[in-house]
């Protein structure tokens, strides 16, 4: 409001979790980080070997978020590919979605969410982002 000739606004909040095995068992399912965006592993993903599949979920405020589009890759991804991203994948309508681990290594997923902002006269738009890194 106290800027003249502004062309557009966006209120950016970007958060991230890494699943670190500590010994004991965990399902994934437990751990929410409780952020307005969330990208929750169902499985525990020291029981996943390359070729097996992570099931997530991507929470908003809480709740399923549906057809969120979700990435990943790995650390040891080929560098020649044209995409940086090794999985691209949509949530369903209960905000669930399965990544293929096709490798060893640090896996990062991530997913963007966006959403007009609650007051247009202050801004334009909020955009959440949110990471989860694992390792496999």
Not at 59 to 66: C, G, M, Q, S, V
Request: aromatic content about 6%; proline content about 4%.
């Amino acid at each position: 409001k106290t800027l003249e000739n502004v062309v557009s606004c966006f209120a950016f909040r970007m958060t991230a979790s890494a699943l670190i095995n500590c010994g004991g068992a965990c399902d994934g399912t437990e751990i929410q980080n409780g952020e307005d965006l969330q990208l929750v592993a169902m499985k525990n993903p020291s029981d996943l070997k390359p070729g097996d599949t992570l099931p997530v979920k991507v929470l908003f405020k809480n709740k399923p978020l549906a057809d969120a589009e979700i990435k990943a890759t790995c650390t040891s991804r080929d560098t020649d590919k044209e995409s940086q991203w090794i999985h691209e994948t949509k949530s369903d309508s209960n905000g669930m979605a399965n990544i293929e681990l096709s490798a060893c290594g640090s896996w990062f997923l991530f997913v963007t969410h966006k959403i007009p902002f609650s007051d247009p006269e202050i801004c334009d738009e909020h955009s959440y982002r949110t990471s989860l890194t694992i390792g496999l």
